[in-house]
């Protein structure tokens, strides 16, 4: 899976890479297309993007995001009540079984029900992770990818600090 979203990843941005000199040269004269990108590659990469500062924040950024994931597999029901939703969403998705397929709709049809069918769907979750539900895995990983995926940096750090303790408050 990394290595075909590196690959993919790879060839989207060496496209979006041409494509944009392709236009920085059609608007600059070439002395000022040279100049430009001498600047950009001297000046912003080497000073900014390969900083101490915004490699050290690279760092904290994947462990943080490797440490909410690994919580999140760890222990599902700790996740907000949107990613439960999401959850089962995907779960009913991929499957053809029906999963607590009337909850499931009274849910997504009254928003206002959420809590009260949200406990419901956190004790089948625990119930189907103690029978090793491979179904269920699938749809959990998916689930976890596409909620952190969505995080801001805030967001994520804050989520973090309220799974592993921090210094600041616990905003969300």
Not at 33 to 48: G, W
């Amino acid at each position: 899976k990394n290595a075909i979203f590196k690959f993919v990843s790879a060839k989207k941005d060496k496209l979006s890479i041409e494509s944009k000199e392709k236009f920085e040269k059609k608007m600059m004269s070439e002395p000022l297309y040279q100049a430009d990108k001498k600047l950009q590659d001297d000046y912003f990469r080497k000073r900014i993007l390969l900083s101490h500062q915004a490699q050290k924040n690279d760092g904290k950024a994947a462990y943080v995001i490797k440490k909410i994931v690994e919580a999140y597999l760890t222990n599902p029901q700790q996740m907000p009540d949107n990613a439960i939703i999401s959850l089962f969403t995907n779960l009913k998705a991929a499957s053809d079984q029906k999963i607590s397929e009337s909850a499931m709709n009274d849910v997504l049809r009254k928003k206002k029900d959420i809590s009260d069918n949200i406990g419901d769907w956190r004790k089948e979750l625990e119930v189907r992770r103690n029978n090793n539900d491979c179904e269920l895995k699938k749809a959990l990983v998916r689930t976890i990818i596409d909620y952190v995926a969505g995080m801001t940096d805030d967001y994520a750090l804050a989520i973090y600090e309220q799974l592993y303790g921090g210094t600041k408050k616990n905003r969300y």
